[in-house]
Every structure is written in C-alpha cells, then in structure tokens.
C-alpha cells in the first residue's frame, strides 16, 4: 500500500514550491514560532485514521490493564506493587499523595509503526507529558493555500488535542468554583527553577489555552501561597487548579520540594484548588509497570481477551526492578542485539542502553548495573522508514517517526510526531538526540 508521504514528497520533487516550503510559511502563534519554529520537520507525518483510532482503542485497554495492577497482581497492596517496579519506598509514598486509586486518563504513548501496526514504546501518563499544542502547526498549515489543496485532494483531517484538554481542565475545576458562571483561573506549575528551562514550552501551551478561553498563569511550586482559607494563589491571583508541569522525582530532588508541595496537597483535599493530574500518575507511567503486563510470572491474571490486546500492542518487555525470573539476565545477554534497556522513571531516551549499538561487555555491564534498579528491558521495534523533503538541498532522505498519541477522558485525543533520519541512531528524543524534529499529524482515510 502506497504511503501517502511519497505523494507529498514527489510533489515536492516535482516543483510544487508552496507544498515544499508550507512548514517554513505556516504563520504560528508567536509564542509557539519561539518555542518550536526551528525544530519543525519540512512536512507533517500522515497517518491513517482507522489505524490510528484503532491503536487509540488499544491504548485505553491498555491504561485500563495498567490502573488494575496493584489490585489484580498485588491485592491491593501499592507498597508491593511499587517495590517490583523498583520505586524506592520515598519516592513511592510521594507519588500516593493525594491518591484515590484511579488516576485521570491524560497522557501520551510513544509507538512505533514497524510496516505492520503500531508497536507501543512507552505510556507516558499525567498532565506533565510535552506536545499537547502541537495542534497550533496543524492550524497553520492548512492557512498556506498550497498545503490546503493538498489537504482537501486527500481528505485530510487533524484532532486539536489542546482543545479536549481544554474541556477537561473545566470540567476538573468545577469543584472549586462554587456557583460557577466564571472560567476558572489555572496554574501552569513547574518544579522550583525549571521554568528558566521550559519557559518557552509554557509559553508556547499558554498560548493554546488562550486561545481555547482559559487564563493560565505560570509559576514553580515554591511560588504557590495558601490563604486563610486553603486556596492557593500565585502572584496573588486566587487559583482554581493547578496544572501540574512537574514530576514527583523533581519534588524529591528539591530540599524544599515535598514540603512546599504539601500546601499544594492539602488545598486539592479540601477542594479549594484541585491538583491536575495527581502524582499518582507516575505509579503506572513508570516503564516497569508495561513489563508486568507480559511478564510470563502474572499470566494468569489477565484473560484471553486481555492478553491478546498485550500481544497486538506491546512489544517482549521485562521489569528489571524488583524479583528477577531465573535465567532471565542470562537471555537478555544473548539477545542483545534485539533488546533495548531502559530506565523504567527516564525521560527523552536518557541513561537508555541500545543492545545493537553496544559491545557484548558494554552490554553485560549495563545489564548488571540494571538489575533491581527500575530498569524495563524491551524488544527492538524496528520502524518503518518515509520520505521527508529537504527545501535546502532539494533531496528526499529517509526518516523514522516515533508516534506521540495523546489519550484524555475523551478517549483519542490526536497525535503528534517526533522524527529522526533513518540512520541517525536508535534514541528518537530531543533531550538525546539534538537532529530531531517535531511533526504535527494528519489523517486520511
């Protein structure tokens, strides 16, 4: 089957200049033009739509699966359940605060397409995930008249994930807004100095909720006041919800993090300024908890149905982080040129050894530095590759996508693509890898 990329880049081959320069003269949002302009690849990534809805389908099986596992493996008990991930007791008593046993459906997974059906990487759950204005580029382009045609020949369709969260932030601060009749007014926080780091991003994810009707206000946790009566204000403006940009790690790294944080906890339990999403989030984002899925030990646990849906997803992966099977370390020292480890709290492809890109006793060493420290180690996907367009040059080089797709209460809450050239490493992140570029997606039939 013909991927609708090659069209796109033929065109371009072929001398439709507007479709060759659409990206470079899509007129972003200011704040999204700073934060995103030169990270941008030269087109968007197409996907099909029953595809992707039904991989979407897949993943909210899969986030159901994944709430259950303190439950279902470990009868309740989350000191259990967060020790055979490999979460250190602190850290794990940190990320229960405020819990109340179903966190919200917010986050991205990370998936590759392998030529076949998309392969699920990683499940990144909680309101801290990046991308969700990406939707902004989709609007922009299809203002440059060339890429309209393209769109409308091809029947191509975008979600705007920014505003279905916008639905849901309303909706999640209605209890803090007795009465109703007002917007409600929310905090964009960040761990204490991150926002010098990630300002742009904030700015830029500002700027989408404005334009969806919300006042965001931006702040670091140590910024946040209580008043007299529990809610929390920054820079003295009362805040309804706090729109949590920040990981629990980032709270424990902080001498004054977990008590700053309690304010923010005790105002969210007495329903003065809810707290979105909770940290809770973090105990079914961590990677290991995809490794229980298919770990043979917690086979039985899972019906026929639901193992098929791990299967069709879910790509060989093992917890590293609490009891190891015997004879597991000595298969994944055989197989390293199909295996991948990483660390099951990690972020953007850091402290994440490739199997094939390793020497045997590089790969030995990683292994044994990995076991019992939260560790996921997980079979290759290999992607397939598509043509993207080089303006500059006037080539067609081939490039590897890795598939954000956005889940909210909603359910499919659009895409985003992060893309690499096909031989420029195995690690698709910026924060690993600085040639990679951001993709909005489109639909088509």
Not at 128 to 137: N, P, R, S
Not at 225 to 234: C, E, F, H, P
Not at 321 to 347: F, M, S, T, V, Y
């Amino acid at each position: 089957m013909r991927l609708l990329s090659r069209d796109y880049v033929d065109e371009c081959l072929n001398g439709n200049e507007g479709l060759r320069d659409a990206v470079a003269r899509a007129g972003l949002p200011p704040a999204f033009d700073t934060a995103w302009r030169r990270h941008l690849l030269p087109r968007p990534w197409f996907v099909r739509a029953e595809e992707i809805r039904d991989f979407a389908r897949d993943l909210e099986g899969l986030f159901e699966l994944l709430v259950s596992l303190p439950e279902r493996l470990f009868g309740g008990d989350h000191a259990r359940y967060a020790a055979e991930l490999g979460i250190a007791p602190r850290h794990a008593a940190l990320l229960r605060r405020s819990a109340d046993g179903r966190p919200a459906k917010l986050g991205r997974a990370d998936a590759y397409h392998d030529g076949g059906g998309y392969r699920l990487l990683e499940f990144n759950l909680g309101s801290e995930v990046g991308g969700l204005d990406m939707a902004v580029c989709n609007e922009a382009l299809l203002g440059v008249g060339e890429f309209a045609d393209f769109a409308a020949a091809h029947g191509l369709a975008h979600v705007d994930t920014a505003a279905l969260l916008a639905e849901d932030l309303r909706e999640r601060a209605r209890p803090a807004l007795p009465g109703g009749g007002r917007e409600p007014v929310i905090g964009l926080v960040e761990g204490n100095g991150a926002v010098g780091p990630y300002g742009r991003l904030m700015r830029a994810f500002q700027e989408a909720m404005a334009a969806q009707g919300l006042d965001l206000r931006i702040g670091e946790v140590g910024q946040l006041r209580a008043r007299a009566d529990g809610k929390l204000t920054l820079d003295g403006a009362p805040l309804d919800l706090v729109l949590r940009n920040f990981g629990a790690s980032q709270l424990l790294d902080d001498p004054a993090g977990p008590e700053v944080a309690e304010e923010l906890f005790r105002a969210h339990e007495a329903g003065r300024t809810v707290l979105f999403t909770s940290l809770e989030s973090g105990l079914y984002a961590h990677k290991n908890a995809l490794g229980l899925l298919s770990d043979p030990r917690w086979t039985g646990a899972f019906d026929a149905v639901e193992r098929d849906l791990v299967d069709r997803v879910l790509p060989w992966s093992r917890p590293l982080g609490g009891a190891i099977g015997a004879g597991l370390l000595d298969e994944c020292r055989e197989r390293r040129e199909q295996l991948i480890l990483k660390p099951g709290g990690g972020h953007g492809g850091l402290n994440t050894f490739v199997g094939w890109e390793c020497t045997d006793a590089e790969w030995r060493e990683a292994l044994d530095r990995a076991a019992g420290r939260g560790y996921l180690v997980q079979e290759r996907v290999v992607p397939r590759s598509e043509p993207v367009h080089d303006p500059a040059s006037g080539t067609a080089d081939e490039w590897i996508a890795a598939l954000g797709v956005f889940l909210t209460s909603h359910g499919y809450a659009g895409a985003h693509a992060r893309a690499n050239r096909a031989d420029g490493g195995a690690i698709v992140g910026m924060s690993s890898n600085p040639d990679t570029r951001m993709a909005c997606v489109f639909s088509h039939a």
